[in-house]
Structure formats: structure tokens, C-alpha cells
């Protein structure tokens, strides 16, 4: 294993009894890397963070993280991450500081160490105020806060987190996404798992797509976005059928593929000079045009692309 890998997964598969939830899947992260697994419910994403973090056993495949062993060293392993749930996992009874100091306890960490951490991450996350209030009486932003604290008390080399913007409101889910990037600028490799295509594009270094327990695309948000070319098109016809081989033909179309009722184009040209074309081409094959819309790739375009469906809550 390079050195610059810190996770390297490997032909790994899970079943539930007779639910395949992940297919042969192998992708690596590197080290200082914002790595992303995007995918709807039910995809397998938690199945795989859950078996990273050693809370699942290990089926088929090979694993290393931070280069140990997956099923041989799964002390070490569990050593070297911190975590961050995707529901809520605090003690209400405890303050901010002694849901850290517990937690530094637990691992076993030095006094003066785990004094000196505390007041880092208080400060990092912004909870040096409420460090003495309990948890219970904090809003959901602040625990969400303090979770990440908490993840990070063991200075991990990877930070594993869970969905971590669910249930959030939009301000919260930007502050949180605000500490993510100073955690990962300070050098903690991330590893996140969500459903929400503006927090893999925003964050991101790299994503990985995942779909019925399959990786499906690899790569940075701007090479998922440009591979789909240069604009999109949704259209909805009378006939989206007849309308999608026609349409196949036009020079410059990238991809066609039925969408929720539309048809999802992909054009590697200029999308204002192409959809003229396709309206006269369908207009003289009789197809009606119900409706159209042009506009630039985004995640949920390259999302749509790839599984065919929206993003399903
Ligand atoms: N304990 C379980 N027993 C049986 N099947 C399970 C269990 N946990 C998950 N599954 C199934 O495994 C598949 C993958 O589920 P998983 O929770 O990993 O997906 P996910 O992408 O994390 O979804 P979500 O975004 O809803 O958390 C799904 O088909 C799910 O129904």
C-alpha cells in the first residue's frame, strides 16, 4: 500500500442473510483527502462505513485502514478513526466538557493531553461558552458540534461520519459543513457518507456514487459534472419514446435516458444551438413538445444520469 492511501477497500461484499447490500465494491482514499460516498437510502452506504468502523463484522474482501488490517487488527483500526453517528449519540445528562473529558477517559488519554484537546476542540467547533451547559439544553446544531468534537478528541487520522447534516436546518448544515473543512484542512482525512447532492459537491475532493451496493462513478465533482458534457437538457414529449431515437441521432448528444416522465439529454455543444435542432426534429416526426429546460450539470444532474431516478428520501 502507498503511503498516500489510507483506506484501501477491496473487493469487499455484505449480505444481511439473503440482502446482498453490497456488491463487490473496491475503491482506495487518500490521505488528507474529503472523500465522500453519495448515494439514496438503501444504496449500502451505511453498511460500509459501519463495517469501516468495525461496528459490522467483516464479510468478504480485503480492507486496510490507516494501514491495519481489517479483520486482523480491528483494535488498531478502531484506534485510528474517530467517528461521528448519524443519530444523535450524546448523553443529555452530561455538560459539553465532560462528554469530552469521558471520552478522552475512555480512550485512555494522558490528563494534561486531554485538558490541552478539550479546549482545542471547544474552540475549534465555537462551544467554549456552553462547555459547562448540559447537553440536553443545547439545539441540535451545538450536539451535532460537540459530536464532531468528540470524534476528534483522539486526534483520529481518519474521521468517519454518518449523514452528518440530517435533520439540520439549512444555516446549521453550513456551519457544520464551515468546521468539516477546518477539521480536514487541519490535516484529518474525512470519510463521509450522505444523501444530499450540495454537500458532496461542496465538500468534496473526491465522491464516490453508490447504487444497490455498487460503485457506479468515481471522481472529483467537477470531472462527475463535465463527463455528463458541456449542458443538459430535461424534455417531456409526447412521446418521449419515439423522441429518444430520434434525438440519439443528433450529432454532439452525449447521452438520452428516460427521467420521471422527461428525458434526461446530455449535449457535449452548446445546449441553446442543439435544442433548437431537437424541437424541429421531433416537430417533424409530430412528436409535441410538453416541455423544456437547459441548464448546466449539476450533482442531482449527475446523479439522475446514473440511476435514472431523484435522489429518493
Ligand atoms: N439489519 C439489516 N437487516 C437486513 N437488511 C438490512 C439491514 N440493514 C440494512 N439492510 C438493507 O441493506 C441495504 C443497504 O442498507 P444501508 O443502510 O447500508 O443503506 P444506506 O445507503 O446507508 O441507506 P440510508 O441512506 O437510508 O442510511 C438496504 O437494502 C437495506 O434494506
Known amino acids: 500500500m502507498s503511503n498516500s492511501v489510507i483506506l484501501d477497500v477491496s473487493n469487499f461484499s455484505f449480505a444481511y442473510g439473503d440482502v446482498q447490500a453490497v456488491k463487490n465494491v473496491s475503491f482506495t482514499v487518500k490521505r488528507g483527502e474529503f472523500f465522500s460516498f453519495l448515494g439514496p437510502n438503501g444504496a449500502g452506504k451505511t453498511t460500509v462505513i459501519n463495517t469501516l468502523i468495525t461496528l459490522l463484522p467483516m464479510q468478504e474482501g480485503t480492507v486496510t485502514v490507516a494501514g491495519y488490517d481489517l479483520r486482523a487488527d480491528r483494535v488498531k483500526v478502531r484506534e485510528s478513526i474517530g467517528i461521528v453517528f448519524q443519530q444523535i449519540t450524546l448523553d443529555k445528562d452530561m455538560t459539553v466538557r465532560e462528554t469530552l473529558d469521558f471520552h478522552g477517559d475512555i480512550y485512555g488519554m494522558?490528563?494534561?493531553?486531554?485538558?490541552?484537546?478539550?479546549?482545542?476542540?471547544?474552540?475549534?467547533?465555537?462551544?467554549?461558552?456552553?462547555?459547562?451547559?448540559?447537553?440536553?439544553?443545547?439545539?441540535?446544531?451545538?450536539?451535532?458540534?460537540?459530536?464532531?468534537?468528540?470524534?476528534?478528541?483522539?486526534?483520529?487520522?481518519?474521521?468517519?461520519?454518518d449523514?452528518?447534516?440530517?435533520?439540520?436546518?439549512?444555516?446549521?448544515?453550513?456551519?457544520?459543513?464551515?468546521?468539516?473543512?477546518?477539521?480536514?484542512?487541519?490535516?484529518?482525512?474525512?470519510?463521509?457518507?450522505?444523501?444530499?447532492?450540495?454537500?458532496?459537491?461542496?465538500?468534496?475532493d473526491s465522491?464516490?456514487?453508490?447504487?444497490?451496493?455498487?460503485?457506479?462513478?468515481?471522481?472529483?465533482?467537477?470531472?462527475?459534472?463535465?463527463?455528463?458534457?458541456?449542458?443538459?437538457?430535461?424534455?417531456?414529449?409526447?412521446?418521449?419514446?419515439?423522441?429518444?431515437?430520434?434525438?440519439?441521432?443528433?450529432?454532439?448528444?452525449?447521452?438520452?435516458?428516460?427521467?420521471?416522465?422527461?428525458?434526461?439529454?446530455?449535449?457535449?455543444?452548446?445546449?441553446?444551438?442543439v435544442l433548437p435542432v431537437i424541437i424541429r426534429a421531433a416537430d417533424e416526426q409530430g412528436i409535441m413538445v410538453r416541455s423544456v429546460s437547459l441548464k448546466k450539470p449539476t450533482m442531482d444532474d449527475v446523479f439522475m444520469h446514473y440511476t435514472g431516478t431523484e435522489i429518493r428520501d
Open 207 to 273: 465522491i464516490a456514487l453508490i447504487d444497490h451496493g455498487e460503485i457506479i462513478k468515481r471522481g472529483t465533482p467537477d470531472e462527475l459534472k463535465s463527463d455528463l458534457g458541456k449542458d443538459i437538457i430535461y424534455l417531456e414529449t409526447s412521446d418521449n419514446n419515439a423522441a429518444s431515437a430520434l434525438i440519439q441521432e443528433i450529432p454532439g448528444i452525449s447521452g438520452i435516458q428516460p427521467c420521471d416522465g422527461k428525458l434526461l439529454i446530455c449535449s457535449g455543444n452548446d445546449g441553446a444551438q
Open 110 to 161: 494522558d490528563r494534561d493531553n486531554k485538558l490541552q484537546r478539550i479546549s482545542e476542540l471547544l474552540a475549534l467547533v465555537e462551544l467554549e461558552e456552553k462547555a459547562d451547559v448540559l447537553v440536553n439544553n443545547l439545539s441540535g446544531g451545538m450536539k451535532r458540534r460537540l459530536e464532531i468534537a468528540r470524534g476528534l478528541m483522539t486526534r483520529p487520522q481518519i474521521l468517519f461520519l
Open 163 to 204: 449523514e452528518p447534516t440530517i435533520g439540520l436546518d439549512p444555516q446549521t448544515r453550513q456551519k457544520t459543513w464551515e468546521y468539516l473543512r477546518m477539521v480536514n484542512q487541519e490535516g484529518t482525512t474525512i470519510f463521509m457518507t450522505t444523501h444530499y447532492m450540495d454537500e458532496a459537491d461542496i465538500l468534496s
